[in-house]
C-alpha cells in the first residue's frame, strides 16, 4: 500500500483508501481546541447516566408538590393566620353583611348576593382595607384626627375608641362649622377626619372637604368613597361590626404610635359583654 495513503472500514464491510493529501487540513489553533473537547468529552453512557439522575430528583420534587385542592387549603391557611383577628370574628361581628344597594365604587368589593338580597363584602379584602387603614391612620398625632359617628349603633365603640387613642370624637351631634369658620369659639384646624357613614355624617365630610384635609372612610356597599383618602369597607350599621372595626384600628394604632393603654377584650366593643 502506498505511504500516503490510509486505509478505513466503511460500514464495517470492505475497505477504502483515502489519499491523506485529501482529508482538509485544519488550522492548529482550532484542532488544538477540537483535540481538547474530543478528550474531555464525556461519553454517551456517562451523559446518559447524569440526565436520569436529574430526572429522579425533579420528579421527587414533583412528588412532593401538592395537589390543586391541597394547595388551595394551604393558601387559606396562610390567609387565615395573617389576618388581623380570626376570620370567626369577622364573621360573627357580621362585618360582610352589606346592604341591597351597591355602588360602582363598593362593586369590587362584593362577590355575591344573599337569597335576601343583602350583598356580601369578601372578608379577605376586608382584614386587607383595615390593615390599609390602621398604617393610613398612624401617620397622623391624635390631636390632629376627629372621629365622627353620629350613628347611636356606634356611640360606645367610638368612645372607647377616643378614651383610648387620645382622638377627639364627636357622637351624637357634630357642630358644623367647627372645622371651617375661625369667628366660632369651639374653632380648630385637624388634619384627618375619620367619617364612619358619610351619609349620616355628611356634616363633618363636607366641612373636612372645604379645608382639603385628610378623609378616612368607612364605606357600606351603599355608600361613595368619594371625597376619601382613604377607606374601609365593612357593615357601618350594626354595633357589632362597628364595635369591631374601631377594635383594630384602636389596636393598631396604639401599637404604631407607642401608646401605653389597656385595651379592653373585643366582646366589649362588640356589646357582647358589659
Known amino acids: 500500500m502506498p505511504k500516503n495513503k490510509k486505509t478505513d472500514e466503511v460500514d464495517g464491510e470492505g475497505k477504502e483508501e483515502i489519499e491523506i ?19 474531555l468529552d464525556e461519553s454517551l453512557e456517562e451523559k446518559k447516566k447524569k440526565l436520569l439522575a436529574k430526572a429522579a430528583k425533579l420528579k421527587e420534587k414533583l412528588d412532593k ?32 353583611l352589606g346592604t341591597r344597594v351597591v355602588t360602582p365604587e363598593m362593586r369590587p368589593f362584593v362577590y355575591r348576593r344573599r337569597a335576601d338580597g343583602l350583598a356580601i363584602f369578601n372578608t379577605d379584602i376586608i382584614d386587607e382595607k383595615i390593615k390599609e387603614g390602621v398604617e393610613f391612620l398612624s401617620k397622623f398625632s391624635p390631636e390632629d384626627v376627629i372621629l365622627v359617628c353620629k350613628r347611636q349603633a356606634g356611640w360606645k365603640a367610638a368612645k372607647m375608641f377616643g378614651d383610648i387613642t387620645g382622638i377627639r370624637v364627636f357622637t351624637k351631634k357634630y357642630p358644623a362649622g367647627i372645622l371651617t369658620n375661625t369667628t366660632l369659639p369651639d374653632f380648630f384646624e385637624n388634619e384627618l377626619t375619620i367619617v364612619t357613614d358619610h351619609w349620616v355624617d355628611k356634616n363633618a365630610l363636607n366641612d373636612t372637604l372645604k379645608v382639603r384635609k385628610n378623609i378616612l372612610m368607612v364605606c357600606d356597599t351603599n355608600n361613595f368613597s368619594k371625597g ?14 362597628i364595635g369591631l372595626i374601631f377594635y383594630l384600628l384602636a389596636r393598631g394604632y396604639c401599637k404604631a404610635k407607642g401608646i401605653k393603654a389597656e385595651i379592653q377584650d373585643l366582646e366589649y366593643w362588640t356589646g357582647d359583654k358589659e
Open 21 to 39: 493529501s485529501e482529508v482538509q487540513e485544519i488550522p492548529e489553533e482550532k484542532l488544538v481546541k477540537l483535540a481538547e473537547a474530543e478528550s
Open 228 to 241: 376619601a383618602d382613604h377607606f374601609i369597607i365593612g357593615n357601618n350599621k350594626s354595633a357589632k361590626s
Open 65 to 96: 408538590v401538592p395537589d390543586t385542592e391541597e394547595l388551595k387549603e394551604q393558601v387559606k391557611a396562610k390567609k387565615k393566620s395573617d389576618m388581623l383577628i380570626p376570620l370567626e370574628e369577622y364573621v360573627k361581628a357580621g362585618i360582610y
